[in-house]
């Protein structure tokens, strides 16, 4: 957000325990507010899956009045009804990285302090789409 120039709206975070249910809990305290948003980013795609059904029960549609994406690409994501725009990271690179780290850390080749970013690959299916234009009269 910073990056983008925008601002943090703690309103609009909701914090849950990755499971389907937190994900439709979260969405029901969203699609309460007064200005509803028009993008759900769900921290992983059970989560993703658990707003889906909420949106969808509130009426609404994915992705023509609310874009919504997870994280994870797990296979289910793919077989959502429309399926999920979601992020894929590399759970191989992670793993591979950690015994890496692990390796050097036994060895005493390097300390704990590391700040590792891998690849993300953005899945882009049919959750998501460009905001709507509202034009004002």
């Known amino acids: 957000l910073a990056q983008a120039g925008l601002t943090s709206d703690p309103a609009i975070i909701c914090?849950?325990?990755?499971?389907?249910?937190a994900g439709y809990d979260g969405a029901a305290t969203l699609l309460t507010l007064?200005?509803?948003?028009?993008?759900l980013f769900c921290e992983n795609d059970e989560m993703a899956i658990g707003a889906l059904k909420r949106i969808k029960e509130a009426g609404l549609r994915v992705p023509e009045d609310i874009s919504l994406v997870g994280f994870d690409d797990i296979p289910l994501a793919h077989y959502c009804d429309p399926p999920l725009t979601t992020?894929?990271?590399?759970?191989?690179g992670f793993g591979r990285r950690a015994v890496e780290m692990l390796?050097?850390?036994?060895?005493k080749k390097t300390n704990l302090q590391q700040h590792v970013i891998l690849p993300f690959e953005l899945t882009i299916r049919k959750s998501s789409a460009a905001?709507?234009?509202q034009q004002t009269e």
């Open 87 to 92: 992020i894929a990271q590399p759970a191989e």
């Open 15 to 21: 914090h849950g325990d990755f499971s389907l249910r």
């Open 34 to 39: 007064p200005d509803r948003p028009t993008a």
């Open 103 to 107: 390796i050097n850390l036994i060895e």
């Open 131 to 133: 905001p709507s234009v």
